[in-house]
């Protein structure tokens, strides 16, 4: 079936990359797409300077932040565990709001690098209340119980911080809205974390058989779960930086890839991000087509399919 997943997938990348550039509030035909590159064409500002980004960008999130997900899977070993579930997205959303509500002039190129900041110090907090070997259920509870802290605090900012709140508003929602090339270029740099991500592949096939099987086998098990785990929250971070904490697709694009292709991880991590991609894609496509000129966030198409999934998980895992 893997054989035959990688054309498959992306054949569905591809004609949704090109949906994502013909539909809209605006339809355009795909000549008129093709013109649309050129700088004398109508649609030149509707494609290449508006949705060309847009889409770009939904695909290196999509990838980046499912990517972020199956490394948490399978290195915790935890079919519950992803950034968003253990509140490390909201973590790194917390850190960006204090940034642009408590310093609204500053350069949004630290964004990033405050995110991470978010992230990495949610993970640290979740580790040290539960400790290197807590159940699935305990790992998620913890896990949303902070985010909704996180949350909590991130409301409380923007009520004394009124003047600011439309931004951090908007941002929240987790929406690929207004982004274009300035946001492609600050993620651009974090694609570096992939290939890391992709060496980490056969050390993790080893872990997932115990930490005694993997010593034995010559892998660092506390070396390979911090560099997963700071990866991840790497990728995770960068992503929320840019368009907003995006929920449960690090979650169910993991999962999704597992039943397709199996739990190999030389195979399961890229065709992770090809199917984190689509699934983005497919969302903001929805989005601002199902009822243009009004724009929905991508981050409530993926919620809506991704919070009963995590109930269904959460429940078959008690």
Same mark, same amino acid.
């Given at each position: 079936m893997s054989l035959k997943t990688w054309p498959l997938l992306l054949v569905i990348l591809s004609l949704l990359l090109v949906a994502n550039l013909m539909f809209g509030a605006v339809s355009i035909s795909f000549e008129g797409i093709?013109?649309?590159?050129?700088?004398?064409?109508?649609?030149?500002?509707?494609?290449?300077?508006?949705?060309?980004?847009?889409?770009?960008?939904a695909m290196m999130v999509g990838a980046m932040m499912a990517l972020a997900g199956a490394l948490v899977q399978g290195v915790i070993r935890n079919p519950l565990a992803s950034p968003d579930v253990l509140g490390v997205s909201h973590g790194a959303g917390l850190a960006a709001v204090t940034y642009m509500t408590l310093f609204p002039t500053s350069d949004i190129a630290w964004l990033p690098a405050m995110a991470l900041l978010g992230g990495?110090?949610?993970?640290?907090?979740? =580790? =040290?209340?539960?400790?290197?070997?807590?159940?699935?259920?305990?790992?998620?509870?913890?896990?949303?119980?902070?985010?909704?802290?996180?949350?909590?605090?991130?409301?409380?900012?923007?009520?004394?911080?009124p003047l600011e709140i439309n931004n951090a508003l908007l941002w929240l929602t987790g929406s690929l809205w207004g982004r274009g090339w300035n946001q492609f270029f600050i993620l651009l740099p974090w694609l570096g974390l992939i290939p890391i991500a992709l060496w980490l592949a056969k050390s993790l096939n080893l872990i997932s058989l115990g930490d005694d099987s993997a010593i034995s086998l010559g892998v660092n098990a506390n070396t390979l779960r911090l560099t997963s785990l700071a990866v991840a929250v790497g990728l995770t971070a960068s992503c929320v930086a840019i368009c907003g904490p995006i929920g449960f697709l690090g979650l169910v694009a993991p999962h999704l890839t597992r039943k397709l292709v199996g739990g190999q991880h030389q195979i399961l991590l890229p065709c992770t991000m090809l199917v984190g991609a689509?699934?983005?894609?497919?969302?903001?496509?929805?989005?601002?087509?199902?009822?243009?000129p009004i724009e929905l966030s991508a981050g409530i198409m993926t919620a809506i399919i991704g919070a009963p999934y995590f109930l269904w998980l959460l429940f078959k895992n008690k």
């Open positions: 093709l013109n649309g590159f050129q700088a004398d064409s109508e649609h030149y500002f509707t494609v290449y300077e508006y949705r060309f980004p847009r889409t770009l960008l990495f110090s949610a993970a640290f907090i979740l =580790w =040290w209340l539960c400790g290197n070997h807590s159940s699935a259920i305990k790992l998620a509870i913890t896990g949303v119980a902070l985010g909704a802290l996180y949350a909590s605090t991130v409301d409380f900012l923007m009520l004394v911080k689509i699934l983005l894609l497919f969302a903001d496509l929805v989005a601002r087509t199902i009822d243009p």
